[in-house]
Nanobody, 121 residues
Framework: QVQLVESGGGLVQPGGSLRLSCAAS????????MSWYRQAPGKERELVAV???????????NYADSVKGRFTISRDNAKNTVYLQMNSLKSEDTAVYYC???????????WGQGTQVTVSS
């Protein structure tokens, strides 16, 4: 079975940092582009950051404008894990954060259960 399990969410003060982790199982992890999405109350789910499969020519990372310079996505293919380092957190970052695995060639797409991030004083 395929599982994406997020961890690392919680309550943090504005200006603080958190590191989210997403551990994947049941997939050939290195074939997948990995992403973080978030959804705040009353808003649609939005793409936060993407890191491409290491097999992708011209592999790269991409970020939403709202998090550029503050968030960093990375992956450890040996551990089947993708991370999101979040620094200089703002109240606007409060949301449920979801991990996503995407293998476009075969139209395979999987979601984690989400982890709550709350930025508040």
């Amino acid at each position: 079975q395929v599982q994406l399990v997020e961890s690392g969410g919680g309550l943090v003060q504005p200006g603080g940092s958190l590191r989210l982790s997403c551990a994947a199982s049941g997939i050939t992890f290195s074939r997948y582009d990995m992403s973080w999405y978030r959804q705040a109350p009353g808003k649609e789910r939005e793409l936060v950051a993407v890191i491409s499969s290491p097999s992708t020519v011209g592999g790269s990372t991409n970020y939403a404008d709202s998090v550029k310079g503050r968030f960093t996505i990375s992956r450890d293919n040996a551990k089947n894990t993708v991370y999101l380092q979040m620094n200089s957190l703002k109240s606007e970052d409060t949301a449920v954060y979801y991990c996503n695995a995407d293998f476009r060639r075969l139209s395979l797409n999987y979601w984690g259960q989400g982890t709550q991030v709350t930025v508040s004083s």
